[in-house]
């Protein structure tokens, strides 16, 4: 777009030299008008000069030739100087509307680039946005080591008189999310998904005839 009305720009600069131009050339034709005029009027005061019949006429033909001759080169100066003027003037306004031109470029091409960038970063924001940086779970600290242990067909077991009763869960819903031989890392990874409004359950199965911990969440 920038360049497009440069070009336009560039296209009316050059009408208004042709135009100018075209009024320089007017007024050369008049000077050269002028000074035939002059050379005219020099021709017929000789003429007269060399006919006059008597020192009187003589005087008054040339005074009246001096004058139309004087007359003509005032005119032909006057006509020298409004073309001077006005090969001056088209040059100072061609040149200041070149500049203005130019000026007008370079600030929407300058607005462009800017826009451009805007819209290359733009993608960027909304893709932040979008996808937010995932926030780390918070690392759960066990008393013991938990075992990765291949659970056999589970049998009852009757529960310590010393412990809680743990609390019933549907078989074979929900997800495992852990097994642990300590009761209490059970209980920290319930606590946690309790924070995080999951339901989870504790279930004590017997793996190998010992005792162990399951952690089942509903999502």
Not at 1 to 20: D, S, Y
Not at 102 to 123: G, I, M, V
Not at 194 to 207: K, L, P
């Amino acid at each position: 777009i920038a360049a497009a009305k440069a070009e336009a720009e560039a296209t009316r600069q050059a009408a208004r030299a042709e135009a100018a131009r075209v009024r320089a050339n007017a007024e050369a034709e008049r000077i050269t008008a002028a000074k035939a005029q002059t050379a005219r009027l020099e021709a017929a005061q000789k003429s007269v000069n060399l006919s006059a019949s008597s020192p009187a006429e003589s005087l008054a033909a040339r005074a009246e030739a001096a004058r139309a001759t004087e007359s003509a080169r005032r005119e032909e100066a006057r006509a020298e100087a409004a073309r001077k003027t006005a090969q001056a003037e088209a040059a100072r306004t061609e040149a200041a509307r070149a500049e203005t031109a130019r000026r007008k470029a370079q600030t929407e091409l300058a607005s462009a680039r800017e826009l451009n960038t805007t819209r290359s970063a733009t993608p960027s924001a909304n893709t932040a946005k979008t996808n937010p940086a995932v926030v780390p779970l918070p690392k759960i600290e066990l008393l013991a080591k938990s075992e990765s242990i291949s659970p056999a067909p589970p049998r009852p077991v009757a529960p310590a008189t010393s412990r809680p009763q743990l609390q019933p869960a549907p078989a074979g819903a929900g997800t495992v999310a852990g097994r642990y031989a300590l009761q209490e890392n059970a209980n920290t990874l319930r606590d946690y998904y309790r924070s995080q409004n999951i339901r989870v359950a504790i279930e004590q199965i017997s793996v190998n005839g010992r005792a162990i911990y399951q952690v089942r969440i509903w999502r």
